[in-house]
């Protein structure tokens, strides 16, 4: 007999699977279970960890299938995007050409995989009959008030030539995508406001049990919520306000600073040439490059509560779009302020000193990640490695402040940023910190109670060719207008190469009538950031022909939201974040009846080879198709939880190898010992009835059980080595004598169905071979056909062979004739029984019937209570019944006689066993 081949079965049950349209939703499914993996970018080849992502998606899929859900598993391509405008230009072809080239090698391999999805629904970003709908779906956003269009700061990337939003500039201000240094620009640019959903962002992160803690902290962070206060300062023709996390620190403000982009600073620089070439100046250069450089504006603010005047300076380590985009400078509490302040020469005035007894040390008050609390940025150039929401080490007395809390000389001492007890703060010194906030905000009418969100709206637009066309015209008379529904798509112009935004230079595809005015207008040359193509991409899964709108809304109340989401959690603050506030922007449209997109998600580890990720640039990556498809797949559910990171090597992959072998050999060998009545199965018909059947019989319901809970938990490499111990069982059963032919048939009919999520082929092949009915892909899942508790059972079995193992290591017998295994009589599990019921055995024993002497009965409750009993063990019935069953195993194990029987009162070993623990002699 020839081992197992996947090579030479894949494409025969890959094509009766097509043939059977296995995959295919019905017509008339009522709420499938949705299962979804991100969808791939359109790179021209999957890497492991798109195999791993799909492996988990197909083996669930697969799984609720079986047990006779209606599944919806779906596959597309995230196919725009800037690397294929890149690669299109470095290959002298265009970004159309090299995408659908890449999808048709992508689409093949994960057929090779045989990964089961309905192809009937695939998608196609880049297909003008899907971004039809993302420029219906901006035209509708823009009507309703959630698109805007604004001069802004951005971040620019010269090599890619295109903006970037925040989330796409890596550490060090690099470009996520080519790694070259990001610049400052101010352009016009289109935004989402998801500002308007930051509380609901927020909020909702509560709500959503079924996604990990991990990726909802980081989606907390993101959006940044951050309560504080609200600071009004007079000026000489009006007022400004500003932001603070801690109002309890205002008499210490020496000075304002407003961002190069306040409102205020536009309107003295439309007055002061001079001013406005020093903010443009500011401007110009990277956040941290001008480090605490600043303007003064020459102008004074009058301080609420103190009526001093401060100075106003315009200074780029305030943020324009946090908070107000201005703050109060408290050098003496504040590390930013605190640099600003010394290269400015301002005053640094202390007013909060730690708590008598130690109280606060020293560190970083509440504040937002990557942004300081008050709005400032987040990295400190001047204090590199500090952080918003980094501590400082604490001077003694108050650091920023002399004894008598005047102005700070030494300028070697840090600000204490911590709280305390507040000093020279009016007639709210000596409160605490907590109280004077309180006071503060209640009595003082400058100051009013806020909250703000570090998240920042979402800045769309891009300047690149390979994107959806954002669908406005700029007419000279009627401005920004929407081009009409019924003009929609508009699609992208035959690519030209060149540099800069090739749609800007492509003039006749600009030119365009106003459809308000019928006169001469220009197309928006922006196309839109690719997240807006995933952001709703799974809705357009429900309905993918459908012709008069983005996707069905009645599909979509009845089959959202999707049940398992499944990726990589560095998706968290872009693609994850943006899914929820597309799907509560629809919900507000009335195109959508609820405002999250998805119960469960699962957010997988990285495949590591020699420590690291695997990764082209590294030259450490492993094809898919290297250690063949099947075992590929096999390996990368059987290697760790879903969740978990893991190694890859080839000797771990081995195990996969094997596995595939065992279940062919086994279920090969038992066919033919059917059909010819030869090999190693010595079959007869005897219905189950030797101790052994009844064994094999009931750990096939055991691993049945179990290996239902670990799919159900999506801990497919317990799974896999469930059904790798019951066919090792199997060959141990077969290799000790006679076997049923009844119970060996069931066996290797479920070890088939088991393996089928995992793998497919193998399992389509083992199925066929034992005559099974129709395709296992369409089988039912195998239920135990008895109840018990097969984890109590399993761990009882196996706790008696490693005692009988260490026994006969411990007291070196050679050749052991045979082994006697004791259960504890009926009143020691009567009396633990007791224990765990109500935890004090001796209250309980006057009304229970024990029927043993009173002396062995207190001996036994005083072990009880020193040692405690299994928390949850068998009864005395059952563990005789479990270990009569198994004992076979011992008898093949050391070729010894093996009895089990229940103590008998008197005799030692009676007197020795416990529940769970029963005696053993061996002779």
Not at 259 to 272: I, R, Y
Not at 449 to 474: A, C, E, F, K, M
Not at 498 to 503: A, Q
Request: aromatic share 8%; with cysteine; glycine share 10%.
């Amino acid at each position: 007999m020839s081992g197992y081949d996947h090579a030479e079965v894949r494409e025969f049950w890959q094509y009766v699977w097509e043939q059977e349209d296995v995959y295919t939703l019905p017509a008339d499914a009522t709420d499938p279970t949705y299962v979804l993996g991100m969808f791939p970018y359109t790179s021209g080849e999957l890497h492991m960890g798109h195999v791993r992502n799909y492996a988990i998606t197909d083996a669930y899929a697969r799984y609720r299938r079986m047990c006779g859900d209606d599944v919806l598993h779906p596959m597309g391509w995230d196919a725009f995007g800037l690397p294929a405008e890149n690669a299109a230009f470095e290959r002298n072809t265009d970004p159309e050409r090299w995408t659908r080239a890449c999808i048709e090698r992508m689409r093949e391999e994960l057929e090779s995989l045989g990964f089961g999805y309905d192809w009937s629904r695939e998608i196609t970003t880049c297909d003008p009959a899907y971004y039809r709908w993302n420029q219906w779906l901006f035209v509708r956003l823009y009507e309703a008030g959630l698109v805007e269009y604004t001069a802004a700061t951005v971040n620019w990337c010269p090599d890619c030539e295109t903006v970037l939003a925040d989330a796409q500039v890596a550490e060090g201000r690099l470009c996520w995508r080519c790694e070259s240094p990001v610049e400052r620009r101010e352009l016009d640019q289109w935004f989402f406001t998801i500002t308007d959903y930051a509380e609901e962002l927020h909020e909702g992160l509560d709500g959503l049990s079924g996604w990990p803690e991990g990726v909802r902290e980081i989606q907390r962070n993101w959006i940044g919520r951050q309560e504080g206060a609200e600071i009004s300062f007079e000026l000489p023709d009006g007022e400004v306000e500003v932001f603070s996390a801690r109002p309890d620190t205002v008499y210490g403000a020496t000075f304002l600073a407003l961002s190069p982009g306040h409102e205020l600073v536009g309107e003295l620089t439309d007055d002061d040439r001079a001013l406005a070439d020093a903010v443009d100046a500011l401007r110009e250069g990277r956040p941290g490059e001008a480090g605490y450089d600043g303007v003064d504006t020459g102008l004074s603010a009058t301080h609420p509560l103190t009526g001093e005047k401060l100075p106003v300076y315009v200074a780029p380590y305030v943020l324009e779009d946090v908070g107000t985009g201005a703050v109060m400078g408290v050098p003496g509490h504040n590390e930013r302020d605190h640099a600003f302040a010394r290269e400015h020469g301002l005053p640094v005035v202390g007013v909060v000193e730690p708590a008598a007894g130690g109280g606060d040390d020293g560190g970083a008050g509440p504040g937002t990640p990557g942004a300081n609390a008050d709005g400032t940025t987040g990295t400190d150039p001047g204090t590199p490695g500090v952080d918003a929401d980094e501590g400082t080490e604490a001077d003694s007395g108050t650091p920023g402040t002399d004894a008598e809390g005047t102005t700070e000389t030494d300028d070697t001492v840090l600000p204490y940023t911590g709280e305390g007890r507040l000093i020279d703060s009016g007639e709210y010194t000596d409160f605490d910190s907590e109280e004077a906030r309180e006071r503060l905000l209640a009595e003082v009418e400058a100051i009013e109670p806020t909250t703000i969100y570090r998240l920042r709206d979402w800045l769309i637009s891009r300047q690149r060719y390979w994107g959806t066309p954002i669908p406005i015209v700029h007419c000279p008379d009627c401005g920004r207008v929407p081009v009409p529904e019924s003009e929609l798509p508009v699609e992208l112009p035959e690519f030209v190469k060149t540099t800069g935004n090739p749609l800007d230079a492509a003039e006749e595809w600009k030119r365009a009538t106003c459809p308000e005015c019928g006169g001469p207008a220009v197309r928006e040359t922006d196309t839109m950031d690719t997240f807006v193509d995933s952001s709703w991409y799974f809705l357009r899964f429900l309905s993918p022909g459908l012709a008069e709108a983005p996707f069905d809304p009645e599909l979509a109340a009845e089959w959202l939201p999707v049940d398992l989401y499944v990726g990589g959690d560095e998706h968290a603050t872009l693609h994850l974040l943006y899914l929820r506030f597309f799907t509560k922007a629809l919900a507000d449209l009335g195109l959508l009846d609820r405002r999250e997109p998805v119960d469960r998600l699962l957010s997988q580890g990285r495949v590591l080879y020699d420590g690291e990720k695997m990764s082209t640039s590294r030259g450490n990556v492993v094809a898919p198709q290297e250690y063949g498809a099947e075992t590929t797949r096999l390996f990368v559910l059987s290697a760790a939880h879903p969740t978990r990171d893991f190694e890859w090597t080839a000797n771990d992959v081995r195990a996969a190898y094997d596995l595939q072998q065992e279940l062919y050999e086994t279920v090969v060998s038992f066919v033919d010992a059917v059909e010819r009545d030869r090999g190693t199965w010595r079959l007869v018909d005897r219905d189950g009835s030797a101790p052994r059947d009844e064994y094999v019989a009931r750990e096939v319901d055991r691993t049945v059980a179990v290996v239902t809970e670990e799919f159900e938990r999506f801990r497919y490499h317990r799974a896999f080595a469930e059904i790798r111990e019951l066919a090792r069982l199997l060959r141990r059963y077969r290799e000790h004598g006679t076997v049923d032919r009844g119970v060996c048939r069931r066996a290797v009919g479920d070890l088939a169905r088991l393996v089928a999520p995992m793998a497919p082929h193998l399992a389509e092949e083992l199925w066929n071979r034992l005559d099974g009915e129709g395709l296992v892909v369409e089988a039912d899942w195998p239920e135990p056909e008895t109840v018990g508790r097969p984890r109590a059972e399993r761990r009882l079995l196996e706790r008696t062979r490693e005692d009988v193992r260490e026994i006969v290591d411990v007291v070196e017998i050679e050749d052991p004739t045979r082994i006697e295994l004791v259960v504890a009589p009926a009143w020691k599990h009567r009396i633990a029984e007791l224990a765990r019921g109500s935890g004090d055995v001796r209250a309980a024993l006057p009304t229970a019937e024990v029927d043993a002497p009173a002396a062995a009965v207190d001996a036994f409750v005083a072990e009880l209570a020193e040692r405690g009993s299994d928390p949850a063990p068998l009864d005395g019935e059952g563990e005789l019944a479990v270990l009569s069953r198994g004992g076979w195993l011992l008898e093949a194990e050391f070729d010894a006689e093996v009895e089990v029987r229940r103590g008998v009162e008197g005799e030692e070993l009676a007197e020795t066993a416990r529940p769970g623990k029963p005696a053993i002699h061996i002779g």
